[in-house]
């Protein structure tokens, strides 16, 4: 508690000033603030502005700009009128008229319509910038306001202007003007109360650009001009405009004999003052009309002092915001319309907002115009080319969330927005982001809705200007100097941008001192928004910054101390210093202030010992990632003994290998490494610590050395050991150290020259006397032979030539060598590994190894023993891979062969044959190694396909693959197969003659000639005589006869008599018939069906109700099924009588059975007999006529005997389906009679309907139609409502010939649609360039400028426009055509088709558009037309 005043003092050191200080120090701050803003177009010029978006969009130069009548005469897109949402707003019986509005937004319109749009929420600009804007309350200001209301009348304020002194426009007509000087004084009031009786309250304020004049207007249309320096008024103009209207603008230009005011009829006018002989006059110039389109905001462009010389100031630019569009226009040296843009749509109750400022782009200076209505802010830049004319380009406009009342620029960097719930939004321009947000309710603005409603003069305003002056506070806002200034209804408040340690001591105030290290930070790099006070150059504000956060680092940390828990929870201690203390050390690296972190801060923390492990901690990742060299040796003392306190271990290794170790005690660094298995960093002390290598490989030896020398299998720890073993000597021997960095150049060779010494010990330290000779050789060999060779391999790779080097290399070969051959320890893959990585060294140009070649010989014979069956495999890829090396020099190549053919070794065969150029052999070794005989068949296919092989090659393997063929196809017949109808497309009747094995034929000819095997081959190309065929055929009706019909169906070139010959033979009924069939002979091919059916109904009479099984019912019904399907594929060929022949003995063999059964014992089988005999009778309707079919039932002479109950169901059924079809033909008729109907009658409709244009311009030329008197031209008028002159279209191309005539194309519609058109494909595209664009014909033909209606031609074909009203109701009810459901019905009357009772039919597949799953029938009534 005793240290709490000087903690207090700290902070109030720290901390602002107070709100007084603030508030005296605030004017005396203007001249700086205003240098600030002098200066930073220069900042801007200095710095590489990487935010500014250099995407500029230009806007199109017009060569004859419009005048301000037509573009103020232009109609909106909109169709509608506007309307007035709530009419009350105009109720003016019960205002006073010298009434103004001055109640606050926020708190009487709920309602407003921008809440709606608050919805997406920003992130908490606070934390990242901290408090950018400072507002203060002007004391003496606000309460002369108040004295002067009470004392003299002054009413309540309306208007403020600020220059060099702050002008306040009262209700009744007064212009109070008070100093800017600490005291705030009332210098002058101007005006009396008598007069503001007569002119009303004052509405709007000006003050030119040297204070000396100001000009204001009145509720009821008068202008005053006073000189500020004596008080006198020098002018009272009141017939500048039309009388009634207040005014609601008022503007000096920098010419101070120029002003522009804008009035409540939407009028602007030009003011001229002039002094003549003494007198001073005023000429007014009426710059447009209300009446042609309302003017609500107008803003001169004003350059500052340091910039009056630049070229786009001899302009005299005005921008003015109508409540439509935008206007720029130049007053100077005449007046020219240069630029117009239009809102789009928007909220009617919005306010247009408009400001200029200089900003720095591309290196050049130029002025940005603001403007905006609702929730979007566009930028233009306007600059001056080089021919004179000035040049408007569109910059990256800005999305908000939320509707605007005003748009404040306070730098060329930052704009400040006032949203309509009166909340403050400071923004960066360039990125865009939300720097600050306040609320400014308190502040109770006041609105200028009075003047805008012009209340004082009776209120003769549009709705639409009285609307936007619901939310108009044009006159109650004013910016000067960095400053802003907002006039409530009893006090003024002045804003203006923090310095940047105003900034963060504001911060510190709020005791958020993260957030004030990270804006410091964001001062010191350069990145953070809207500051003000940091000049100099960079390295300098750097400085100044990086002072500041020392301070702040300090009494963060003592902060941090003071404010921990005494009691409670270790772990609540943990986490609040987890949360303070890498915030310092973050920040005194970023800072690279070591020498700050490792002695005061260190110092400090260290009288908490949680605090110091948690800043021990902090500095792992750092050290790890090499940002933190030179740590002291006291701070590395504790950090190792802290992990090592707190058991993590591997943190302690990964901490040692990066740090300098060279101040530690060495012995206890190592022991404390062994003890807790730290081999990195044992061998990283060993290393940096003493310069000692060999040391540690020694002590990884005693530990693997003995399992692997007793055979035994190593641990996983063991394992991890020896691999940093290898790894170790590998980096050793290459000049790198361990596990990173380099050794010093000066110990590289006595370092490898150590190594190998050590390597070739005959016998380790403190050998026992039963060691064998080279212990570390042989225990690295044991441990991972091919690794410990590959290490070799590289080491070898960097020895020079230089006689120890190859002494070395020599000594190591003979080691290995006398180890490995000698000692039957090792297995074959680890003896070829050697002589494989031998073959290489002796293979190289400059090798100087010398290995004797009976060595080799006894390698060979070890691999090729037919003693060890069990690694086969490996010994083949050890031997493969030693001759691929270079090893096959050393070995006489006929005994290779040999012993490979022995060992059955066919990829050395293949190795060897390939050599030798000898191919044909090659495919004996693929055919009798089973792993890989499959893949003969790409091997023979490459050969003969593939060029690079003689003649002579190809023809002997060829002729190999012949005399192999029988094995090949046994192999796989599809391949075999592919290959035969590849290669041997001319011997396949020779082929065919070597297969003896049937079973073997029929597999081949099946993938030979079957084209659903899969086997891609081209049957046109392949010439096969038709006994081929019809052979495999046979083949086919023995092995499997079931799918011979299918395989009929798309197996060709065959002959029919002698393939139903082979059928006939076999007794395959059901495929003869299919012959006769496709042969022609229908009634044959039926009478062999119908044969079929009569046997098996046979069948089952006789067994009568003997039997249960299903077996020979089905075998009826599958042979009807047959039947019916040939009747109803070949009945729309044929006659009534030949039908007749056909269908009638089906249905009579289906009967018989059933006249032989009687009533009085009936067959087993007999109601599943009426069904098939009822699907016959529903399959004949569809082709004979109902009076034959009844006809030849009753005259069979059972049923005319008077039984006609037995038939009664059969004829019922019948009777009930054509019924059924009968209705249903009906109804689809009539439906789509109606939709027919429907659908002329609005295609009708659609393309005799008239046009209407949405404005009476030309869309390219921008004139009116009316206008163009140099040629007779015609008038194009498309369907879209674009207007067009005939000679502008094909100035732009936007005709099209289609079938010898000209078409018109609409060249904006046309350009828009362009990106999308991309996307499809070129007929599509085509397609749509042609009906999409509509044409109309031409309206208006002018002739001498009296324009008169041209008649269009009639033709009977359809344009454009005809076509595109067509596709839209096509695609309305797009699905299946009228035709197709016509055809459908049709067929369902009269041809075969599948009725709704009719059994499952065979043969093609029977595809109807009503069985589709997406079939649906549009039974909705239809959408109305559109008049």
């Excluded at 004017?27 to 935010?51: G, Q």
């Excluded at 494909?1321 to 749509?1328: A, P, Q, R, V, Y």
């Excluded at 597949?1405 to 009503?1410: D, G, L, R, W």
Aim: glycine letters at 4%.
């Amino acid at each position: 508690m005793e240290n709490e005043p000087d903690q207090e003092n700290l902070e109030q050191n720290l901390c602002v000033r107070t709100t007084e200080e603030e508030l005296n120090k605030s004017f005396s701050l203007e001249a700086s603030l205003s240098k600030f803003s002098c200066i930073d177009l220069d900042k801007e010029l200095e710095f590489k502005n990487d935010l500014i978006d250099d995407k500029e969009f230009d806007i199109p130069q017009v060569d004859t700009p419009p005048t301000l009548e037509s573009i103020l005469n232009e109609t909106d897109d909109e169709d509608e009128s506007f309307v007035l949402e709530d009419p009350t707003l105009l109720n003016i019986d019960t205002i006073d008229s010298h009434s103004y509005d001055t109640s606050s937004v926020a708190s009487s319109d709920s309602g407003d319509r921008a809440n709606l749009k608050r919805k997406k929420k920003l992130p908490d600009a606070f934390s990242l910038h901290g408090s950018v804007m400072r507002h203060s309350l002007l004391k003496g200001i606000s309460a002369q306001i108040a004295s002067a209301a009470d004392k003299v009348d002054a009413g309540l304020p309306t208007a403020i202007a600020v220059s060099s002194l702050i002008a306040v426009g009262t209700s009744h007509g007064l212009a109070l003007i008070f100093g800017k000087d600490q005291n705030q004084a009332l210098r002058l009031c101007l005006g009396s109360t008598s007069v503001g009786g007569q002119y009303g309250a004052i509405s709007a304020l000006s003050i030119n650009n040297d204070c000396s004049r100001l000009l204001c207007g009145f509720a009821k249309g008068q202008i005053t001009m006073w000189d500020l320096a004596s008080g006198k008024l020098l002018r009272s103009i009141s017939d500048a405009h039309p009388p009634g209207t207040a005014i609601l603008h008022i503007k000096f230009t920098d010419d101070p004999t120029l002003a522009i005011c804008n009035d409540s009829g939407g009028s602007v006018f030009e003011l001229t003052f002039k002094r003549v002989m003494g007198v001073r006059t005023c000429e007014s110039r009426c710059l447009f009309s209300g009446s042609k389109g309302e003017v609500c905001c107008i803003e001169p462009l004003h350059s500052k002092p340091e910039l009056k010389d630049h070229p786009i100031t001899q302009f005299s630019l005005l921008a003015m915001a109508s409540l439509t569009k935008i206007l720029v226009i130049g007053l100077k040296p005449s007046l020219k319309v240069w630029m117009t843009f239009p809102y789009g749509r928007m909220d009617p109750s919005s306010v247009p907002l408009l400001a200029w400022h200089f900003v720095a782009v591309n290196n050049c200076v130029n002025p940005m115009l603001a403007f905006c209505r609702g929730d979007v802010v566009h930028f233009l830049l306007v600059k001056r080319d080089e021919s004179g004319a000035i040049h408007v380009t569109k910059q990256k406009h800005l999305h908000l969330y939320y509707d605007l009342i005003n748009f404040t620029w306070i730098n060329s960097r930052t704009v400040v927005l006032l949203d309509s719930v009166e909340k403050l939004h400071v923004i960066d321009r360039q990125t865009q982001e939300e720097l600050e947000t306040m609320e400014i309710s308190e502040v109770q603005l006041v609105y200028n809705s009075s003047h805008f409603k012009s209340l004082a003069t009776g209120g003769n305003v549009s709705q639409a200007l009285a609307l936007v002056g619901e939310k108009a506070c044009y006159q109650s806002i004013s910016s000067y100097g960095g400053q802003i200034f907002y006039l409530g209804t009893k006090s003024v408040y002045v804003m203006m941008l923090r310095s940047w340690r105003e900034r963060m001591d504001h911060l510190l105030k709020q005791d958020c001192l993260t957030e004030a290290l990270a804006l410091a930070w964001s001062f010191h790099e350069g990145k953070a928004k809207a500051v003000v006070g940091l000049s100099g150059d960079v390295s300098k504000r750097k400085a100044v910054v990086a002072d500041r956060m020392v301070e702040i680092l300090f009494h963060y940390a003592d902060r941090a101390l003071k404010k921990c828990p005494d009691q409670g929870k270790i772990q609540v201690m943990e986490q609040h210093f987890q949360d303070t203390v890498p915030v310092i050390v973050d920040y005194c690296l970023l800072l690279q202030r070591k020498d700050l972190l490792f002695s005061q801060m260190y110092d400090k923390l260290s009288e908490n010992s949680v605090a110091k492990g948690v800043f021990l901690e902090c500095l792992e990742p750092y050290i790890l990632s090499d940002k933190l060299v030179g740590i002291t040796p006291q701070v590395m003392k504790d950090l190792i003994v802290h992990f090592q306190d707190k058991k993590l271990m591997d943190s302690v290794e990964a901490l040692i290998v990066h740090m300098d170790i060279t101040s530690l005690d060495i012995q206890q660094v190592v022991l404390m490494c062994w003890e807790n298995r730290l081999y990195d960093a044992m061998i990283y002390v060993y290393n940096r610590g003493m310069n000692e290598f060999i040391s540690p490989m020694e002590k990884l030896f005693k530990v693997i050395a003995p399992p692997l020398n007793a055979g035994k299998t190593l641990t996983d720890e063991q394992v991890v050991m020896g691999n940093k073993l290898l790894v170790y000597i590998s980096c050793c021997l290459a000049g790198r150290a361990y596990p990173l960095g380099d050794i010093p150049e000066d110990l590289v060779p006595l370092v490898k020259n150590q190594v190998f010494e050590f390597l070739i010990r005959l016998h380790s330290v403190e050998a026992s006397s039963e060691e064998e000779v080279y212990p570390y050789v042989r225990t690295l060999l044991h441990f991972d032979t091919r690794e410990f060779l590959n290490v070799l391999a590289l080491t070898f790779e960097d020895f020079k030539n230089d006689k120890q080097a190859v002494e070395y290399q020599q000594r190591i070969v003979d080691i290995l060598l006398k180890v490995m051959v000698e000692n039957s320890d090792f297995t074959p893959s680890q003896v070829g590994c050697l002589f494989t990585f031998l073959a290489r060294q002796l293979a190289k140009p400059d090798n100087t190894l010398f290995v004797n070649r009976t060595l080799f010989d006894q390698v060979l014979e070890f691999l090729c023993s037919p003693d060890d069956d069990s690694r086969h495999s490996e010994r083949q890829q050890v031997l493969l891979e030693l001759l691929q090396a270079g090893g096959i020099v050393q070995f006489e190549e006929g005994r290779l062969i040999r012993m490979a053919e022995k060992a059955e070794f066919y990829q050395i065969c293949e190795f060897m044959y390939e050599r030798a150029h000898q191919y044909d052999k090659i495919i004996d070794c693929y055919l009798h190694d089973p792993l890989r005989e499959e893949e003969v068949f790409n091997y023979i296919h490459n050969i003969l396909s593939i060029p690079g092989h003689s003649a002579e090659e190809k023809r002997s393997v060829w002729q190999k693959a012949m005399d192999h063929m029988e094995e090949l196809v046994s192999l796989k017949p599809c391949k075999a197969a592919e290959l035969v109808a590849t290669h041997f497309s001319g011997q396949i009747e020779v082929v065919i003659g070597q297969l003896q094995n049937q079973v073997l034929l029929f597999k081949f000819l099946r993938s030979l000639l079957d084209p659903r095997e899969g086997v891609h081959i081209n049957q046109e190309l392949l010439q096969i005589p038709p006994s081929v065929p019809e052979q495999f055929i046979e083949l086919l009706c023995q092995f499997s006869p079931d799918q011979v019909i299918e395989t009929l169906q798309v197996l060709e070139c065959y002959r029919l008599e002698e393939t139903i010959q082979i059928t006939q033979k076999y007794q395959l009924h059901e495929v003869t018939a299919y012959l006769l069939e496709k042969k022609g002979d229908v009634h044959g091919a039926f009478l062999l069906l119908l044969e079929r059916l009569q046997s098996r109904l046979q069948e089952i009479t006789r067994q009568g109700g003997n039997t249960t099984e299903a077996f020979p019912l089905k075998a009826v019904e599958d042979t009807m099924v047959e039947t019916i399907a040939l009747c109803q594929r070949n009945s729309q060929n044929l006659n009534q009588q030949q039908r007749e022949a056909l269908w009638f003995p089906l249905l009579e063999a289906m009967m018989a059975p059933q006249k032989l059964s009687s009533s009085a014992a009936p067959h087993r089988h007999c109601e599943a007999l009426k069904s098939l005999t009822m699907q016959v009778l529903n399959s004949m309707a569809a082709f004979i006529a109902l009076p034959s079919i009844l006809q030849r039932i009753l005259q069979d002479p059972i049923y005319g005997k008077g039984k006609l109950g037995e038939i009664q169901g059969l004829i019922l059924g019948m009777l009930d389906t054509f019924n059924y079809e009968q209705t249903l033909l009906e109804t689809t008729t009539s439906l789509l009679n109606q939709d027919l109907h429907w659908s002329l009658c609005n295609l009708r409709a659609s393309v005799s309907r008239g046009l209407n244009p949405k404005q009476d311009y030309c869309s390219i030329c921008l004139q009116q139609y009316k206008r163009r008197q140099e040629m007779a031209d015609d008038i194009i008028v498309f369907s879209c409502g674009h207007l067009y002159h005939s000679f502008c279209l094909q100035s732009k191309e936007c005709t099209l010939e289609i079938e010898g005539q000209t078409r018109w194309i609409c060249y904006k519609c046309s350009s828009s649609s362009k990106a999308g058109k991309l996307s499809e494909n070129s007929s599509e595209d085509k397609k749509g360039r042609v009906t999409s664009q509509a044409k109309a014909p031409p309206l208006y033909h002018q002739t001498k400028g009296d324009p008169s209606v041209r008649k269009a031609n009639s033709e009977p074909a359809l344009d454009p426009q005809q076509i595109q009203a067509f596709e839209q109701l096509c695609r309305l009810y797009r699905g299946s055509s009228r035709l197709a459901l016509l055809t459908e019905l049709s067929q369902n009357r009269s041809g075969d088709s599948c009725r709704p009772f009719a059994g499952s039919q065979s043969g093609p597949a029977f595809n109807s558009i009503f069985q589709n799953e997406n079939f649906q029938l549009q039974l909705a009534p239809p959408p109305v037309a559109e008049d």
